[in-house]
């Protein structure tokens, strides 16, 4: 769908976006950039309803589970230089193996491949 469309593209040029700050020596703006693709992802998710698409339509909630791991695996990836402890529990969630983490690993060739498993939920930030 072109929902899906929209953010995985948004997420294939964060790299670029992201990096533009760091040229910029605006490190603080380069991590904004990265959260401002995870807000967008909340909004995805909120409108895709996946808890309601497993009820209905459980092949569009794959597809929509599947878009949301890929966003995050460039989240993931780009946020390794700020909080790397926790970049890497989110790629370790995902199954990313550990030699495809680096910026080079943005591209579509290393895409999550479809019905990839990925590991027991675990909090990455848990609540005090």
């Known amino acids: 769908l072109e929902e899906d469309e929209k953010i995985l593209e948004s997420a294939r040029t964060l790299l670029d976006r992201a990096g533009k700050e760091v040229s ?3 490190i603080h703006r380069y991590a904004d950039t990265v959260i401002e693709m ?3 992802t909340n909004k ?3 409108t895709m309803e996946p808890w309601a ?3 209905t339509d459980t092949k569009r909630m794959e597809t ?3 878009v949301i791991m890929e966003v995050l695996r460039h989240v993931a990836i780009l946020y390794q230089p700020i909080i790397p402890d926790s970049a890497n529990k989110i ?3 995902l199954n ?4 495809e983490r680096t910026f080079a690993h943005l591209t579509d060739k290393y895409m999550i491949k479809e019905g990839s ?12």
Do not use: E, G, M, T
């Open 24 to 26: 910029n020596q605006a």
């Open 64 to 66: 929509v589970l599947y």
């Open 117 to 128: 498993a990925i590991s027991k939920p675990k909090a990455v930030f848990p609540r005090k």
């Open 91 to 93: 790629l370790d969630l």
């Open 38 to 40: 995870v807000w967008d």
């Open 53 to 55: 698409l497993k009820k």
């Open 44 to 46: 995805y998710i909120d």
């Open 96 to 99: 990313v193996p550990k030699d």
